[in-house]
């Protein structure tokens, strides 16, 4: 469909700017970083274990799960991002491919980590099929999606003040809900569809490091893709009335430290079993 081909081909294009791909590690390094932690506790990584992380961006999963001993391959269609990872993980094996058609045989691996990747799918429950058919019967698959719209932290934050402040005339390209998945009585449904059973989602109280209120903006400005579209091509007048309210609610409710702000991003993790 065509309008699904404009949402891959910026999320392509995106992810491949060397920029943007280094304004996500290191934006959103403190969050990211918990996160393949908690990722790495659901497939039980370990030495007997080889682990495809899929939509491994700057290798942060793929360098946990080496740490716990596991074999890694890491996939990713952005070749910034690929070569950040090779640069930070020289253990793992790093192929660039792209997570909705992979070349790999059936049954393949132990388990599948998908750290942040799952909503720039154009289609989640092909990627999701797809990552069951390369897991072996019984492997575990974990994937983590950002809290969105109505939640209390960063993402909450920008969908609020997008829509309050943003100039309604810029739109992107249609694509599926980015954060839709973090919520049980969507993700369970169509994961069970995917070809998994056994489906969980456990919350995660993960968070971002701004050095100052203002950087929160453009922490999304320059370290995202779907933010960043949309905010580019607000006026300067709008662009500033976004980020004097992300400001706002980051001096209000982030906690302050000797290096700048810490600010809740909320995130989930959701596992299940190949059946
Ligand atoms: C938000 S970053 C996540 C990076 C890292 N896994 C983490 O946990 O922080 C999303 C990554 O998914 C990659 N990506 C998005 N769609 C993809 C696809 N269809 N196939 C392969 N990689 C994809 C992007 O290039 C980007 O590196």
């Known amino acids: 469909m065509a309008e699904t081909r404009d949402f891959e081909k910026m999320e392509r294009d995106g992810w491949s ?3 943007i791909a280094k304004g996500y590690a ?4 403190m969050a990211t970083r918990l996160v393949a932690r908690k990722l790495s506790d659901a497939v039980y990584a370990g030495p007997d274990k080889h682990v495809l992380d899929l939509c491994t961006g ?12 596991a074999t890694v391959t890491g996939l990713d269609f952005s070749k910034a991002m690929i070569s950040l990872a090779r640069a930070a993980v020289p253990a793992a094996h790093f192929i660039h491919g792209d997570a909705m058609e992979m070349g790999f045989p059936d049954a393949r691996f132990d388990a599948v980590t998908i750290g942040f990747g799952v909503p720039h799918f154009p289609n989640p429950d092909r990627g999701l099929k797809e990552a069951a058919r390369v897991l072996k019967p019984g492997g575990i698959i974990a994937f983590s999606i950002w809290r969105g719209k109505g939640s209390d932290g960063s993402f909450g934050w920008l969908f609020d003040a997008i829509g309050r402040l943003a100039d309604p005339s810029v739109t992107l390209p249609k694509g599926p809900d980015a954060h839709v998945l973090a919520d049980i ?3 369970r449904p169509t994961v069970e569809k995917a070809g998994f059973v056994d489906v969980k989602v456990v919350e995660v109280a993960s968070e971002v490091h701004v050095a100052s209120p203002d950087a ?9 893709v779907r933010a960043a579209s949309l905010l580019s091509r607000q006026p300067a007048s709008k662009r500033d009335a976004i980020r004097d ?7 209000a409710e982030g906690t302050e430290g000797t290096l700048g702000f810490r600010v809740p991003t909320p995130s989930v993790v959701v596992t299940a079993v190949r059946g």
Request: proline residues 3%.
């Open 185 to 187: 009585d969507i993700a």
């Open 17 to 19: 700017k060397p920029s």
């Open 58 to 69: 700057h290798g942060v999963v793929a360098e946990e799960l080496v740490a716990r001993g």
């Open 26 to 29: 290191d934006g959103f390094e």
């Open 245 to 251: 309210d992300l400001a706002r609610r980051t001096q």
């Open 216 to 224: 929160l903006f453009d922490l999304f400005d320059a370290g995202a």
